[in-house]
């Protein structure tokens, strides 16, 4: 494996050599316990859209294991001169890079991007449609904090249609034996996703019934694209994760969200820095894991060394 776009095709075999590397980094994030066997690698992120949490953390998971990190703005890059995503890959293959961590606003940005350079895409976030390494930090969180994650019960909740996160958590979760239930206004729920292996629940609280994971999603107003938007009172009366809804899932239930997260609205003020939140240990996990994926990779091309230039000029 090159590259990671998605959780859609990989193994559960891969899920769980990532997940059980992720948590020896989390171990020894945890003693500052870091190397220098990436040195000879080099990571560029180039983020086409906003971030704090994917960036931030692939570079410092680069340089916990000694890897030398570029980052690319795109506002300010030669992107804003009209470079195209193909030769942005060409370019930056050009000056030895083994790594890009992108994100793009486009739908397979980073399947696009694979087929052009032999260096190593981690998507980072495509368009609508995957976010792998947000949902294998998530199922890493789960399963240090429930020792599993076959068999949980995760109620996703939210803006599923316009969520990359919901999507990559859907494929993983569902590949790594988890029952999965979701839950959103309807406009936000897209069609055919029972053919998922999910099942949709109009009421939220039918998705939160016994819950061991509950997952709240932000609406995605960047995506809304002259969409229905409904009003933000309405979002929190009806689908808000509120103390009163917590208490129809399981007592030792744990409350998660990718970020960034919008208090108040999909999730209640103070119930975000309860005890059961582990949105803050997700953070922590997103740079464990993300030190996981790239020592994967590593192992993989060096196994399958790609040659240059592998498609057409
Ligand atoms: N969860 C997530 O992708 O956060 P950022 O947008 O801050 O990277």
Do not use: W
């Amino acid at each position: 494996m090159k590259d990671l776009l998605g959780l859609r095709d990989m193994s559960r075999t891969e899920i769980e050599e990532i997940l059980d590397e992720g948590l020896r980094q989390y171990e020894n994030i945890i003693n500052r316990n870091f190397t220098d066997e990436l040195k000879d690698r080099t990571l560029v992120t180039l983020f086409y859209e906003p971030s704090t949490r994917t960036r931030a953390s692939f570079e410092l998971a680069a340089k916990n294991l000694g890897a030398r990190v570029v980052s690319i703005e795109t506002s300010t890059s030669s992107v804003r001169k009209g470079e195209s995503l193909i030769d942005t890959m060409r370019t930056l293959e050009s000056m030895g890079v083994d790594y890009i961590a992108m994100r793009h606003p486009m739908t397979g940005a980073a399947h696009l991007a694979a087929r052009f350079t032999t260096a190593s895409i981690i998507n980072g976030g495509d368009g609508i449609n995957e976010h792998p390494t947000q949902a294998l930090l998530d199922m890493l969180t789960m399963l240090k904090e429930k020792g599993r994650i076959d068999g949980l019960n995760v109620a996703i909740v939210g803006d599923i249609l316009h969520s990359r996160v919901a999507r990559s958590n859907i494929f993983g979760l569902t590949k790594m034996g988890a029952r999965v239930r979701i839950s959103g206004p309807s406009t936000m729920i897209p069609s055919g996703v029972e053919f998922m292996n999910v099942e949709v629940c109009e009421m939220v609280e039918d998705a939160l019934k016994d819950a061991d994971v509950i997952m709240t999603l932000r609406i995605q107003m960047e995506r809304q694209a002259g969409g229905f938007i409904p009003s933000l009172s309405e979002y929190t009366r009806f689908y808000g994760i509120t103390e009163k809804r917590v208490g129809l899932a399981r007592p030792d239930a744990i409350i998660m969200h990718p970020g960034p997260m919008n208090r108040g609205v999909e999730i209640d003020y103070c119930l975000a820095s309860s005890d059961a939140s582990v949105i803050e240990e997700q953070v922590t996990m997103g740079v464990a894991l993300r030190m996981a994926v790239l020592k994967f990779i590593r192992r993989e091309t060096d196994e399958y060394p790609y040659q240059k230039r592998l498609c057409c000029r």
